[in-house]
């Protein structure tokens, strides 16, 4: 499993979430997503989200649409972007 990580501060938490809505990871293969918010600044947003590829997950952030959509939801800055290999996962 691959893991794509994408931290970000955005303007507004509400208007970029209902954004993130129109076009989840899912929409570019991803078999799970979590959002996290960061505890003492509510407009830092990191998405956690699974792809069964590599090339999915790089497809994904290619995508002219994700670009569009971090536009539309008010990022602000570059996102911090990276992919992870899964090397265990457990569930308490």
């Known amino acids: ?36 918010r960061n505890v003492e600044d509510d407009n830092n947003v990191t998405i956690i989200a699974g792809f069964k590829s590599l090339d999915d997950a790089r497809a994904f952030i290619d995508n002219p649409g994700l670009a569009d959509a971090m536009k539309r939801g008010g990022v602000v800055g570059a996102p911090r972007i990276e992919i992870h290999e899964e090397v265990e996962a457990e569930i308490y």
């Open 1 to 36: 499993m691959k893991i794509l990580i994408v931290n970000h501060s955005v303007e507004d938490y509400d208007k970029w979430k209902a954004v993130f809505d129109e076009f989840p990871p899912s929409e570019g293969g991803a078999v799970f997503h979590r959002i996290n």
